[in-house]
């Protein structure tokens, strides 16, 4: 699996847009990007994924640059209740692949909304 | 439709000691895994279980076995418990291949 970089921690002013990097600069062709976040020691939450497109849902948007090799989640209006570690991952999503469940997590990036 | 539940919430053991946490993945799921978290680390993959076998296996020593029933709901073993085993142990169920979904967790104290 390639490994992934964030930045320790960040902070956000509350309703103003949180932008979280992840650098995966060994990522593979077949190797999605995941984000996942973890609120005070539950189990990790899966926000979004994407291989290369820029996604978007409900909870985030996920914007991968060209070469792949780096990512950035967007929470658009961060409350006090995204205050969370922040984890991005890269593994593979092909059925049959048998790297394909494993998912390896870094120490990822503590955001801090505040008030 | 109940998400990935685990099984107990708390635990506490003394050294050398086995014990066993259950999980029940989401409704339609097959696959689970296990992971475990120390306190201020990320999640580390234990092993993935899908149709019943244990399909990938992270760095753990052989005292951390599990299993899956026909039913897809998993068991984590571990025996011989250290000190170094508390932990946060983590369950996830996924479509093989797919996103995964966490359960709450099972807080295990080792004394």
């Known amino acids: 699996d390639a490994k992934t970089t964030q930045p320790t921690s960040m902070d956000c002013a509350e309703g103003r847009a949180a932008n979280l990097p992840c650098n995966h600069s060994?990522?593979?062709?077949?190797?999605?990007v995941y984000w996942y976040r973890q609120i005070h020691s539950q189990g990790p939450q899966y926000i979004i994924h994407?291989?290369?497109n820029n996604e978007t849902n409900e909870m985030a948007s996920l914007i991968i640059t060209e070469d792949r090799k780096s990512s950035t989640l967007i929470l658009p209006h961060a409350t006090l209740r995204d205050t969370a570690v922040y984890y991005c991952?890269?593994?593979?999503?092909?059925?049959?692949?048998?790297?394909?469940?494993?998912?390896?997590f870094g120490d990822g990036t503590t955001l801090t909304v505040k008030p | 439709d109940a998400g990935v539940t685990q099984s107990p919430t708390h635990l506490i053991k003394t050294r050398g000691q086995q014990v066993t946490l259950r999980c029940s993945p989401k409704s339609g799921h097959d696959t689970v895994s296990w992971y475990q978290q120390a306190l201020g680390q990320g999640p580390q993959f234990i092993f993935q279980y899908y149709e019943e076998e244990e399909r990938q296996r992270g760095n753990f020593p052989d005292r951390f076995s599990g299993h899956q029933f026909p039913n897809y709901s998993s068991e984590l073993n571990v025996n011989a418990l250290l000190l170094g085993d508390s932990a946060l142990y983590l369950c996830?169920?996924?479509?093989?291949?797919?996103?995964?979904?966490f359960g709450p967790g099972t807080r295990l104290t080792v004394t």
């Open positions: 991952i890269v593994r593979p999503r092909l059925i049959y692949n048998t790297n394909a469940g494993k998912s390896t």
């Open positions: 994407g291989l290369k």
């Open positions: 996830a169920s996924s479509l093989w291949s797919g996103e995964q979904y």
């Open positions: 060994t990522i593979s062709g077949n190797e999605y």
